[in-house]
């Protein structure tokens, strides 16, 4: 634990290094809880005039040598912590370090710089875990050509990977230990490098690059899952053609190499050449794995993969710059998907995403630009407002463009910065350029604003004189150390829709418009359309074009009007969506106070023709029927939140849904059994998901139905069988506890399976469910050294949970912070990301906001916080 008072990192205060390093000389030699690392660095002045002393990085390391070119270095000339190491004085040349550390690889619990995911060691480096294999200018924009080699005993690790092309490889006499070089011609930051060595079992393939170079495809998972690795190798081939086909990007390297790890912090990572992963986002079989597994594999593999060049060819100045990398990429992963899955789907669920994630971060105590001015612990800025708010700022910059004129900006940008360290502003100059649009200085406050912009359109229709006109405000509401904000550039798209459910031609200020789009810059704009010969309905924000929320006052009938309608099938969605929000928030307010609750006969009435129309794709249907989330009816209702009321309004909304529209769900439940082996496409992954949502509508409809136990029992893949599961433990039905010992012993000794029965427990909203959590991590199957287990139990009952989470007894909160302050020690990265849960406390009613306060008051008090727990607790209890 670093005891210092932890100090803010600011943009402002950037300033290049006065040192660069040329080449890194790496010598591993593997050992479970002493391994030596000699670097050898070539390092030069990046600054004209006095030397500056070199201040390398480093975090809990133990230093064995240091030799000044080639010759050791005495004592008296520098200073080693563990967390530094200082050269007071180095002559203004370039010279070559040798610095020999020792490292713990399995006492390295919080799974930063080179540990052990069971008997496999591997590394994470992002952000800052290679100063915890060696002292380094551990920073982006010192970018260096790494060769590494690795010696390991050839019974513990017969595999040894690191970045880029494998040079050679042999025994070393005489020993039972063996060796691999690698080298990696491109020069990169010290946080995309990686090592590995395992006993690991290799499924190999090849591609041929557009310009017909055959590279080697190798994903290395442990020994027996190699059957579980053929969709995320047919994933990757798919991404590489993908990136070939749309960007232009090729592959580079001789080889592409992905490994699979049991403990992780996150997703993936995108080290250059040798990607390690989560084995979750690996592995995947049709009796192991859903479908929305599957389509999670296919997005992270594409998502890794796409790095290459956004993120490794071109990486971040410095780490404010996260979103440079990490919002295009996300971009990029969400385009490929979109290709090769539903457009419209992958739009509406990543929509559903942002809103119950990224809108309400940026509506609470944790809400930060896009990009960062300020942080303590980097760690903690891996959050949706970087990665999901961040994609939707380079979509704006696609939907203002167009398609092809984004393209030349990328192609541009990837032109201007291959080799590089870029920012923000570069990144966007390359738009401005390529377009000579003017509007990008303005854009630029996307990046530095947070929060959700509010947009709120009054249209009039004058018969008389037949124009329709939109009078539109914008206001961005204040956050944490920004109470003032200026206006946006926000690309509406938009239609009027005529009574045929054509949209009209739309001429504005007398001329044309070839595409329905207004740009907002400004407070309040007036649009007015002329030869409007019958009074349209307005559809703004198609395709969701900018992350607001609108405000838009426009009567059932027309929402249900455009609904059927509507060209677009976003707002399709989302029109029933607004219906189904209106409804819910009054419920909410009525179930607080004793009257009885409303219903939506033309809410109902649409969603029945939704659910019959033949015509839409099943997996549109289910997200139609599907209500807004807990979490983002607890954000539009957005003060005095009862999570009880959100829950039982929520619940309440779709027994109705099932009890009017039974004899149709039980016919589309029938219609949507697909015979023959399970095939993960999204057409059929579609069916299924239609299938298994009338599946839980009818369980809420009729507590006597036996169909969930049935397909429980008899289902031929995970997704219909963890549907299944999940409606029997949701709706509390008899069968639960069979059900649950059944699908224990069919999958105790795999571990990603049972994450998923940790899961549900964790899940299911009923006030015993704290109780069965806390003895769960005393189950031989949790264990708090794993992220997976810990996400699966915790992270389900802190995150998704929100009737036991937030129970008015308070003590889900002081069971989350109890585990959170013992886990801490251990792993840090983890530990804050749970705390995270309580990021909307300041909304909730009185009663558990006091709960949550004390509960957070008493974890900023506990002694010997890490620097990344210590940083989440006090912003969220800070005031603004
Ligand atoms: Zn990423």
Redo the contacts with the bound molecule.
């Keep these: 634990m670093r005891t210092e008072e932890p100090r803010p990192v600011r943009l402002k205060d950037y300033r290049p290094p006065d040192w660069l390093i040329e080449t890194v000389d790496l010598d591993v030699s593997l050992h479970p809880t002493a391994a030596t690392v000699r670097a050898k660095l070539k390092i030069k002045p990046n600054t004209a005039g006095r030397p500056a002393p070199l201040v390398l990085d480093g975090d809990e390391l133990k230093l064995q040598s240091l030799a000044f070119d080639g010759k050791p270095l005495a004592a008296e000339h520098f200073v080693a912590t563990p967390d530094r190491l200082t050269i007071g004085q180095v002559p203004n040349r370039p010279f070559e370090l040798t610095v020999e550390t020792l490292v713990d690889p399995t006492g390295n619990t919080q799974l930063m710089g080179l540990y052990r995911a069971g008997a496999t060691y591997c590394t994470q480096c992002e952000a800052e875990g290679f100063r915890r294999i060696t002292y380094f200018l551990d920073r982006p924009d010192v970018m260096a050509v790494y060769t590494t080699r690795i010696e390991a005993d050839k019974n513990e690790a017969a595999v040894l990977l690191s970045n880029g092309n494998l040079v050679s490889h042999g025994d070393v006499p005489g020993t039972t230990r063996h060796f691999a070089v690698w080298h990696d011609p491109f020069p990169k930051p010290s946080y995309l490098f990686a090592l590995v060595g395992g006993n690991l079992a290799c499924v190999e393939d090849s591609f041929t690059t557009m310009s017909g170079r055959k590279v080697k495809l190798a994903i290395y998972v442990e020994p027996g899952k190699e059957a579980r690795v053929p969709y995320a190798m047919d994933s990757l081939k798919r991404a590489m053609r993908w990136d070939e086909q749309v960007f232009g990007r090729e592959y580079d390297l001789d080889i592409f190499m992905i490994v699979a790890v049991s403990a992780f912090n996150m997703g993936a990572m ?1 080290n250059k050449g040798l990607n390690v992963f989560n084995d979750k986002y690996v592995l995947a079989s049709p009796t192991s794995a859903t479908d929305a597994d599957y389509a999670h594999i296919e997005a992270v593999i594409a ?1 890794e993969y796409f ?1 290459n060049w956004t ?1 490794d060819r071109i990486t971040c100045r410095d780490w404010f710059q996260l979103c440079l ?2 919002g295009l ?1 996300v971009f990029r992963d969400q385009e490929f998907t979109a290709s090769q899955r539903s457009r419209a789907v992958e739009r509406i669920s990543d929509v559903r995403a942002l809103r119950s994630h990224q809108f309400v971060e940026d509506a609470g105590p944790l809400a930060h630009p896009v990009r960062p001015e300020l942080y303590h612990e980097i760690n903690n800025f891996y959050t949706s407002t970087v990665y999901d708010k961040g994609a939707e700022v380079v979509r704006m910059i696609s939907t203002l463009l167009g398609v092809k004129m984004f393209r030349k900006g990328m192609d541009l940008y990837f032109a201007r910065h291959d080799g590089q360290a870029a920012t923000v502003e570069e990144f966007v100059q390359c738009f401005a350029d390529a377009s000579r649009r003017e509007f990008f200085p303005q854009f630029m406050r996307w990046y530095s604003q947070a929060g959700t912009p509010e947009i709120k359109v009054v249209p009039h229709y004058d018969a008389r004189d037949r124009t329709y006109r939109l009078d539109i405000t914008q206001t961005i509401p204040p956050t944490p150390r920004q109470p003032d904000k200026e206006p946006m550039v926000i690309p509406l798209a938009f239609g009027l829709v005529g009574a045929d459910g054509a949209d009209l031609p739309l001429v504005l200020d007398g001329r044309p418009l070839d595409r329905g789009m207004l740009e907002l810059t400004r407070l309040s704009h007036t649009f007015v359309f002329d030869g409007i010969t019958q009074r349209p309905v307005p559809s703004l924000n198609r395709g969701f074009s900018a992350p607001i929320k609108l405000a838009l006052p426009i009567e059932p009938d027309d929402r249900r009007f455009l609904a059927a309608h509507d060209s677009d099938p976003f707002n399709r969605w989302q029109a029933l969506q607004t219906l189904a929000m209106t409804l819910l928030k009054t419920n909410v307010a009525a179930l607080r106070t004793g009257t009885p609750p409303r219903d939506d006969d033309g809410l109902m009435a649409a969603l029945g023709a939704i659910l019959n129309d033949g015509t839409l794709e099943p997996a549109f249907i289910a997200l139609t029927l599907a209500p807004p989330s807990e979490a983002d009816i607890a954000r539009e209702i957005g003060s005095d939140v009862d999570p009880d009321a959100v829950f039982t309004a929520r619940r309440r909304l779709r027994a109705a849904i099932g009890e009017r529209h039974r004899a149709a769900l039980a016919d589309s439940y029938r219609r949507m059994i697909t015979p023959g082996p399970y095939r993960p496409d999204a057409q059929s992954a579609g069916r299924r998901t239609l299938k298994n949502a009338c599946l839980d509508f009818l369980a809420l409809a009729e507590p006597g139905d036996a169909r969930a136990y049935a397909q429980y029992r008899t289902a031929d893949n995970m997704t219909d069988r963890m549907a299944a599961l999940e409606t029997l433990t949701q709706h509390n039905r008899p069968e639960c506890a069979a059900a649950l010992d059944d699908f224990y012993k069919r999958h105790a000794d795999d571990p990603l399976i049972i994450d998923k029965w940790l899961a549900l427990q964790a899940a299911i909203p009923e006030s015993a469910t704290l109780d069965r959590v806390r003895a769960l991590t005393a189950h031989p199957a949790f264990s708090t050294s794993n992220p997976n287990r810990i996400r699966a139990l915790i992270g389900s009952f802190a995150q998704v949970n929100h009737t036991q989470f937030n129970r008015s007894d308070g003590e889900g909160y002081a069971f989350v912070a109890d585990f959170v302050l013992a886990l801490d020690p251990k792993n840090p990265q983890v530990a804050a990301r749970l705390m995270g849960a309580f990021r909307s406390w300041r909304a909730l009613e009185a009663k558990r906001r006091a709960h949550a306060e004390s509960v957070l008051r008493r974890v900023a008090a506990s002694p010997a916080l890490s620097p990344d727990l210590h940083d989440i607790v006090t912003r969220t209890l800070a005031d603004s």
Excluded: I, R, V
């Design positions: 995108e998502h790095h993120g990398k990490e990429t």
